[in-house]
Nanobody, 126 residues
Framework: QVQLVESGGGSVQAGGSLRLSCAAS????????MGWFRQAQGKDREFVSG????????QYADSVKDRFTISRDSAKNTVYLQMIKLKPEDTAVYYC???????????????????WGQGTQVTVSS
């Protein structure tokens, strides 16, 4: 059974930084592409960042480019999202997601990910 557990969320002031972690069990993080999504209150869940199965291709939403960095540590079976220069509009619940095994490239649609974590809250105050 695949499980994804996010951690690292919290409350920070604008301009601050956080690093989110997504620990996987039941499979390796290199089994497929993985992604980070977020959902602000009253809004749809949106793509934030993705990493390919090989870990060599990363993708970012325009709103987070140059501020967020996705990475993974295969030895720890964990995917990370480093966030800097946080803005109030980054406030949301952040979710880690995994594609089915063998799907090599991250996609921006939630329907492309059968496995989801429970989410971690990020709150950025001005």
């Amino acid at each position: 059974q695949v499980q994804l557990v996010e951690s690292g969320g919290g409350s920070v002031q604008a301009g601050g930084s956080l690093r989110l972690s997504c620990a996987a069990s039941g499979r390796t993080v290199s089994s497929s592409a993985m992604g980070w999504f977020r959902q602000a209150q009253g809004k749809d869940r949106e793509f934030v960042s993705g990493i390919s199965q090989t870990g060599t291709i990363t993708q970012y939403a325009d709103s987070v480019k140059d501020r967020f960095t996705i990475s993974r540590d295969s030895a720890k079976n964990t995917v990370y999202l480093q966030m800097i220069k946080l803005k109030p509009e980054d406030t949301a619940v952040y979710y880690c997601a995994a594609r089915s095994a063998g799907h090599t490239i991250a996609v921006v649609t939630t329907s492309g990910y059968p496995y989801w974590g429970q989410g971690t809250q990020v709150t950025v105050s001005s």
